[in-house]
């Protein structure tokens, strides 16, 4: 069965530094990998997904994230971050001919000014 | 863009009472899904629906039902609903394909049982 692990629960950065999320996932073959994020009242909008290819997925709002098949990761990444990135963050994984994804617990981010 | 909508943002209903929550999508996706989403639990799936007519439980189908008579409309039910059903309820769609799709969501509803 596929599982997905958040470490964290809830991170808190300054405006303008870099962030990092953790994804570590379970999964028996090539997984499909995602990263949702959930501003406050609203549903999940899809930051970016990774299939094959290219190890480095480059998404939306300037986030980018790595699959690193030897440590079961998809670590979520961006270089500066804004204000209005404080939200929550959901890892996903699916297998590759089923609709069904498995989220993760998710991580809060609190941006501090 | 893919557009999910949910027929309420809020819910009250009172225990004991039959909770019908609707969900509609515009792009005529084949997979449909609810989720219920509480803190420190994330997104837990309830039903999941590849088809008209067909469904799947998810991990907590206990004491939801769910209909989808029509491609675009998935409605989940609360046969008797109970105070610990008090949760955000999501719900969303996504492309059949020979790949894994990602998931359009809706806004959610956050249903509270008195």
């Known amino acids: 069965a596929q599982s997905v692990t958040q470490p964290d629960i809830h991170i808190t950065v300054s405006e303008g530094a870099s962030l990092e999320l953790r994804c570590n996932y379970s999964y028996g073959a090539t997984p499909y990998l995602f990263w949702y994020v959930q501003s406050p009242g609203q549903g999940l909008q899809l930051l970016l997904k990774?299939?094959?290819?290219?190890?480095l997925v480059q998404g939306i709002k300037g986030f980018e994230a790595e699959f690193k098949r030897s440590q079961s990761s998809f670590n979520l990444r961006k270089p500066s971050v804004h204000w209005s990135d404080a939200a929550e963050y959901f890892c996903a994984v699916g297998a590759w001919n089923a609709g069904k994804s498995t989220f993760g617990d998710g991580t809060t981010l609190t941006v501090k000014p | 863009d893919v557009k999910v909508t949910q027929s309420s943002r809020y819910l009250v209903k009172r225990t004991g009472e039959k909770v019908f929550l609707e969900c509609v999508q515009d792009m005529d996706h084949e997979n449909m899904f609810w989720y219920r989403q509480d803190p420190g639990l994330g997104l837990r799936l309830i039903y999941f629906?590849?088809?008209?007519?067909?469904?799947e439980k998810g991990d907590i189908p206990e004491g939801y039902s769910v209909s989808r008579e029509k491609k675009e409309r998935f409605s989940l039910i609360l046969e008797s609903a109970s105070t610990n059903q008090t949760s955000m309820y999501l719900c969303a769609s996504s492309l059949i394909s020979n790949s894994n799709q990602p998931q359009h969501f809706g806004d959610g509803t956050r249903l509270s049982i008195l």
């Open positions: 629906s590849y088809d008209v007519k067909m469904k």
């Open positions: 990774y299939f094959s290819g290219d190890t």
